[in-house]
């Protein structure tokens, strides 16, 4: 399956199977259940892959209905390529999605709309409680090219654009299919819990567009075969593009082992680090990440005042600190000693922990100790 590509990359290039932060919040609430961490890994790498699998074949007789054989093959091949798919292993969610979709497609061939609204009403409720929670994004990191992971290729919405097209003049029943498609694909730009929807859509209207171009009278056919040539390698470039961001996305092994290390070292309590690092240190150290308002978070990591610094770590049963060289280099704080780095290095609240320069660690002493 090509979803387990980014597995591939990332166990050769020594990092950690699963990059983001999706999939270790998902292991952190699975061991709430009860379940291990390794079992917890496989129920998401399996269940991913076997959801792609399991919605490709559901989807396919939808498909077959209102598509051309050579659109279906190209559609699901686009589909497959697409980076929003390629990624789903750190998107686990997404894999949900995909599979609601298609199991609600799969009940409307089967003429069974009752049970196919409530469906895709669950898949909406779903996707909106996501939406929230994700927030928005820079349309610039929407596409591969501009170093997006979870992106569009540019060859693949060329494509979609020409496929566009082709159902816009087509007939006027398409001109709706052809709007809610636009509208759905300019708003991912902007929700990255979209993409994985608009990648779907950008990939069945793209494979209508190339299906076209190759059936297109052309004067030199040569024209023809260069052009559906530079389609290709644009198209495979951007999912080559696509994995190779995947290899290299955090959490890296050195992040990874340096926050293991930490696991017997660290004083039992609550972690204070960066909050886009909390499901990775909790993962890797056994400890549970305090959760700061982000009015708190700024003064905590800005401020030189002692007395209300502490008040606020005392508050939240903060045990320790993990800092990386990323938060000391703009992630965080610009200077050396500004902030909370200042209070680290001249208070005795502060005590630096043994620990690689991956994970720098220092233990808080609280005002009651």
């Avoid at 999605?97 to 409720?125: M, P």
């Avoid at 979209?194 to 190759?214: D, E, K, N, Y």
């Avoid at 700061?292 to 401020?303: E, K, T």
């Avoid at 208070?347 to 233990?363: D, G, L, M, N, V």
């Amino acid at each position: 399956m090509a979803v387990a590509l980014p597995l591939l990359f990332r166990w050769l290039a020594g990092q950690p199977l699963l990059g983001g932060t999706q999939a270790y919040e998902l292991i952190a609430l699975l061991a709430r259940a009860g379940i291990p961490s390794p079992l917890a890994f496989g129920i998401i790498i399996a269940g991913s892959i076997a959801a792609i699998a399991c919605s490709v074949a559901l989807t396919e007789p939808f498909l077959r209905r209102h598509l051309k054989p050579s659109e279906i093959h190209l559609t699901l091949g686009l589909a497959v390529a697409s980076p929003a798919i390629l990624a789903t292993l750190f998107f686990p969610l997404h894999a949900l999605f995909i599979l609601l979709l298609a199991c609600a497609a799969g009940l409307f061939v089967k003429k069974k709309y009752v049970t196919g609204l409530a469906l895709f009403g669950l898949l909406l409720l779903l996707v909106g409680v996501t939406v929230v929670s994700d927030g928005t994004r820079s349309p610039a990191s929407a596409l591969v090219e501009l170093g997006g992971l979870d992106a569009y290729g540019l060859f693949m919405l060329i494509a979609a654009c020409i496929g566009a097209w082709t159902l816009w003049e087509n007939k006027a029943r398409n001109y709706f299919i052809t709007l809610a498609i636009v509208a759905l694909v300019t708003l991912s730009l902007f929700f990255p819990t979209l993409m994985v929807f608009g990648s779907l859509a950008v990939a069945l209207v793209a494979g209508i567009g190339l299906a076209r171009l190759r059936k297109q009278r052309w004067t030199f056919s040569l024209v023809r075969t260069l052009t559906m040539l530079l389609f290709l390698c644009g198209i495979l470039f951007a999912a080559v593009s696509s994995l190779s961001h995947m290899m290299h996305a955090p959490p890296d092994a050195g992040l990874a082992s340096g926050l293991a290390e930490l696991r017997f070292s660290l004083p039992q309590g609550a972690v204070l680090t960066y909050p886009g690092y909390a499901p990775w240190v909790q993962h890797w150290t056994g400890q549970p990440v305090v959760t700061l308002s982000d009015a708190d978070l700024d003064f905590v990591w800005y401020s030189r005042n002692l007395d209300n610094t502490t008040r606020v770590l005392d508050s939240q049963q903060v045990a320790s600190i993990i800092i990386t060289p990323e938060m000391r280099s703009g992630l965080v704080w610009s200077e050396e000693e500004q902030g909370l780095l200042f209070l680290l290095s001249h208070s005795i609240k502060f005590k630096r922990i043994p620990s690689p320069s991956t994970a720098e660690a220092w233990a808080y002493v609280p005002a009651s100790s």
